[in-house]
RNA sequence: GGCGGCGUGGCCGAGUGGUUUAGGCAGGGGCCUGCAAAGCCCCGUACGGCGGUUCGAUUCCGCCCGCCGCCUCCA
C-alpha cells in the first residue's frame, strides 16, 4: 500500500482509504489569472502520476481538481485590460487544458468552478455565522480563528507564534489579524453574488471546502497542492470543515518548489518560464522525467543543464522501446498488464515489484526511475548475448513501468525522409555493401549534415533525430 | 522574531550507522563496428566545517558556516 507523508501528522504514514478499493483525491488547482509555468506543471504532474500509481495498485480513483475563476487578481487584470471577468478567466483556463493535455497528465475527472458553487458556500458562511464562529464587519464576513480547535495544525506553528508573524496589515475591525475573509464585500463595479451579507464574494478558502465535500464527500482521502498551499489556503479550509464539525481530508500532501538556480520560480521573481515556452524546445516526457527525478516533497532544479540530461536520460529508454519494438501502453497502465509477463515471468515480476517498493515508499519516483533505468540497461545486455525473449520481455516491463509514471515509450515518430535523403541513404547502402568505405563515409557525413545521427544495423542504414 | 527544509563525486539526484554498488547526464578506457553510431563492460573512490556519542558516522547529537522556503497572494 502506498505510504505517503502527512503534512498534518509530520511523518510518512499508510494512505488509509475511507472506502477500501476506492481513492477519492482532491486537487487545488489554479486561479486562472495568468499562463500556467512549469511549477504549476511540476504540481499537476506529481498529482498526476499519483493518480496512476493508485490506479495501477488496482483502485478506483476519484479526481477533482477545482478552477478558481473568480479572484482579485482576475478582475485586475479585466479591469486593466478592459475585459470582463469572465474572458479572463476563461482564456487563461484555455491555457491551463492545453499545458495539461500537451504535459500528458489526465485530466480530473470533475474540474469544479468557484463561480458555480457561490450559493453553496454562501450557505457556509451563513451557517459559520450562525454558529458564532464567524463574523460580518464592513468588509466582509471573517472567521474567528480563535475559535477553531488545534488551528495551525498544518502548519505546525501554534497559533501565538503565528500571531506573532503574521505580516498582514492590520484591519481594525478584524478581531486577530489571522482571521481570514469568507466573504468579501463588494467594490463598485466588481462582479458581485447576493448574499444574506450583502453583495460580494465568496473568500478564496471557501470554495474548496465546500466543492471537496459535495464532489467526494466527508473524509475524503487525500487533499493536496504545493507547499505554499499548506498556510494559509489548506489551514483555512481544514478551519472551517472543523468548524462545520465535518470530517476533512484524511491525507494532506504538498509536493516542493520549482528552482531556478538558487530562486523559487515565481512571477514577482520575473524568473518563471511557462509549460508553453518550455515546450516549444523540449519534449513533455522529458520534462516529467525531470520532474520525477526529484523526490517529489524536495526542491527540484530546472535549468538548461537538467532539462538536457533529462532529455538524453529519455532518448535512452526510448532507444530501447524501439529496438526491442515495446507494445505502447494504455493511459492507465492497471495491475492486469503488470501481471502480463511475457516469456520470463521471474524477471518481470521482480521489477515490477522493485518498482513498488519504490512507489509505496512515499513515491519514491527517482529510486523507482533508477530500477527502470536498471532494466534497461540489463535489457540491452541480454539483448547483445542473444537472449532475445528475456531481453523482450524486460524491455516490456520497462514499458509498462514508464507508462505508469505517465512516460510513454516507443511513441517517436519514424524519421520522416525527403526524397533527397532517402536516396542518399539507399546510395550509402550501396556503396556499403560494395565495401566503398570513403564513399559511405562521405555520404554519412552528407546526412549527419542534414541533423541525422546515422546508425548501421543489419537491415541496413537508419536514420535517427 | 517564529517555524521548517537543505548542503552527497564535473552536473542532476537517491540512500544508509560498518560486508558490493543508487540511478541518470557528462568524461576516460575497453568490447563490438570497415570506421562510426547505438549497445555492453570497467573507471574516477563523494558525502559543508568543528566537536561529541560509538569498536566504527556521510548516516545519530551539539555548535558553526552557507543556501532555500513558509509566517501576505502564490503550484
Redesign the pocket.
Known sequence: MLRLHDTATGVVRPLELRDPGHASMYV????VNDLP?I??G??ALVFDVIRRYLVFSGLDVHHVSNV?DI???IIDRAVSEGRTEPEVAAEFEGAWWEAIDALGILRPDEAPHATAYVEGMVALVTDLVARGVAYQTSTGVYLDVEKIDGYGLL???SLD??R?????EVDPEKRS??D?ALWKTAKPGEPTWDSPFGPGRPG?HTECVVMSLDLLGDGFDLHG?????????HENERAQAVAEGRAFARHWVH?????TG???????LANFVTIAQLLEGTDSRAYRL?AL???YR????V?P??I???T??L??LD??AE?FSVRPQPTLATVAISSDAGDAPDLVAAEVETFRAHMDDDL?T??A??GI??A???A??L??AGDTDAARALAETVGVLSAVLGIALGGRDSVVMDEETAGLVTERDAA?ASRE??R??DL?DALVERGF?????PNGTTL?R
Open positions: 487545488c488547482g489554479l486561479t509555468h511549477g504549476h511540476r504540481m478558481t479572484d482579485d487578481r502548519a505546525r506553528q507564534s503565528l506573532s508573524g503574521a505580516r498582514v489579524p489571522l481570514f478564496w497542492g504545493a507547499v505554499d498551499l499548506i498556510f494559509p489556503h509536493n516542493g518548489w520549482v528552482m538558487t530562486e523559487k520560480m515565481s512571477k514577482s525531470l527525478r526529484s523526490q524536495s526542491q527540484m532544479q535549468t543543464e537538467t538536457a540530461d533529462a538524453s536520460a532518448d535512452r532507444r530501447l529496438r519514491d527517482p529510486g526511475l533508477a533505468f536498471d534497461a540497461g540489463r540491452n545486455a539483448g547483445d556499403r568505405w570513403g559511405a563515409d554519412r545521427v546515422v546508425e548501421d544495423g535517427r
